[in-house]
T-cell receptor
C-alpha cells in the first residue's frame, strides 16, 4: 500500500518568494497534519486539516496557510519566505479519529 | 502548553546490548505517546505507541513503558542491531485542544557499534 506522499522532494527558493508544498495521505485517511522540522530538532506542529476544515494551528505566522481538497490531499503555502523557513516540511496523515499519524518523506526547503 | 523533554541526546550501544531512551511530559492530561524512528533523509517512521490506559506495550525487540504518576515514558530496544542506528523521537498528545497535534522531544541519536 502506498504511504503518505509529498512533492516536491527538494526545493530552493530565495527570500521573499512564495512556495507551495503538496501532500497525498494514505488511502482512506481523512486527516492531514503539517509539521516543520528544523535541522537537529523535533518536528513542530503547523496545521491539522480534517474533512477539509482546519482543526488546529500551531505557533506559526500568518505567512503560513494550508488547505485540504475533497480527495483529502493538502497543500501548504508559505509566503514572503525568510531564511529561517529553511527546514524539512513533513506531512502526516491519520484516520482523524485516533491521533495515530503516519509521516511522509518530507519536502526539504532551502531559502537563500 | 505541552512540553516534552528527551534524554539522552546521543547514545552509543554495543551491538546486541539494550538501549533505553527516556522522555518526560508536562501535562498530566496527555493521553497518547508515540515513538518515531527517523533515518537520514527520511520522514519519521512510527515504531510503537502507547495510550494512557496502558502501562507497557511490547512489539518484538521494542517496548515502551509509561509512568503516569511521574509523567514519563521510555523506549526500550533489546538485542540491538546495526539497522537500529537512527534518530529516535518521542512525542505526546494533549487532547484538550480538539486536534491531533503532537509535541515532540528533541531526539536521541542512537549509534549501534558493531
Amino acid at each position: 500500500d502506498a504511504g503518505v506522499t509529498q512533492s516536491p522532494t527538494h526545493l530552493i527558493k530565495t527570500r521573499g518568494q512564495q512556495v507551495t508544498l503538496r501532500c497525498s495521505p494514505i488511502s482512506g485517511h481523512k486527516s492531514v497534519s503539517w509539521y516543520q522540522q528544523v535541522l537537529g530538532q523535533g518536528p513542530q506542529f503547523i496545521f491539522q486539516y480534517y474533512e477539509k476544515e482546519e482543526r488546529g494551528r500551531g505557533n506559526f505566522p500568518d505567512r503560513f496557510s494550508a488547505r485540504q481538497f475533497p480527495n483529502y490531499s493538502s497543500e501548504l503555502n508559505v509566503n514572503a519566505l525568510l531564511l529561517g523557513d529553511s527546514a524539512l516540511y513533513l506531512c502526516a496523515s491519520s484516520l482523524g479519529q485516533g491521533v495515530t499519524q503516519y509521516f511522509g518523506p518530507g519536502t526539504r526547503l532551502l531559502v537563500l | 502548553g505541552e512540553n516534552v523533554e528527551q534524554h539522552p541526546s546521543t547514545l552509543s550501544v554495543q551491538e546486541g546490548d539494550s538501549a533505553v531512551i527516556k522522555c518526560t511530559y508536562s501535562d498530566s492530561a496527555s493521553n497518547y505517546f508515540p515513538w518515531y524512528k527517523q533515518e537520514l533523509g527520511k520522514g519519521p517512521q512510527l515504531i510503537i505507541d502507547i495510550r494512557s490506559n496502558v502501562g507497557e506495550k511490547k512489539d518484538q525487540r521494542i517496548a515502551v513503558t509509561l509512568n503516569k504518576t511521574a509523567k514519563h515514558f521510555s523506549l526500550h530496544i533489546t538485542e540491538t542491531q546495526p539497522e537500529d542506528s537512527a534518530v529516535y523521537f518521542c512525542a505526546a498528545h494533549y487532547p484538550n485542544f480538539g486536534n491531533e497535534k503532537l509535541t515532540f522531544g528533541t531526539g536521541t541519536r542512537l549509534t549501534i557499534i558493531p
